[in-house]
């Protein structure tokens, strides 16, 4: 671990949740963006159509978490993964929904760690998560119809 962070490392249970939090915010930020780059970059109507509405449906969703960090006196941390685009539609939705897979995954132990701190906060992630949880289906649904190996 570095200095900075062990000098800077929150002390309360609660400063590390909305660290974290925060974290997954600028995830949430960088995968609407994501999801909008690649809706442009579509050549397939039905496909395109599909990422637009879920860059659509994470942008609101990265300002719901924004609102909820700053009522707290945090606010979202840039992501700084830099990822490859990928050559065609599949490499770029499956990229995206690996992104929105790990986010979905750290989102479920925030809530976990939030029951012992702030049952407010647990109601609103839990509000989040369920549409998270849509978004992922149409987002699985969108990459197995750009799958070149798939079945029709």
Known sequence: MGLLR????????????????A???????????????HAEMCSYESIRAGLQRLAATEAEQASSLRHLLLEHGASPRP??????????NWERVGSDLALQVSLFRDLNSQLVEWERI????????REFAAREDESLTSLRDLALRCDPQALD
């Not at 002390?11 to 949740?17: D, E, F, M």
């Open 6 to 21: 062990t000098i800077c490392w929150p002390t309360s249970p609660k400063a590390r949740l909305l660290s974290q939090l």
């Open 23 to 37: 974290g997954l915010a600028g995830q949430v930020e960088t995968l609407a963006t994501r999801l909008g780059r």
């Open 79 to 88: 992501s700084n993964a830099a990822t490859r685009e990928g050559s065609s």
């Open 118 to 125: 702030d049952p407010a906060v647990v109601k609103r992630l």
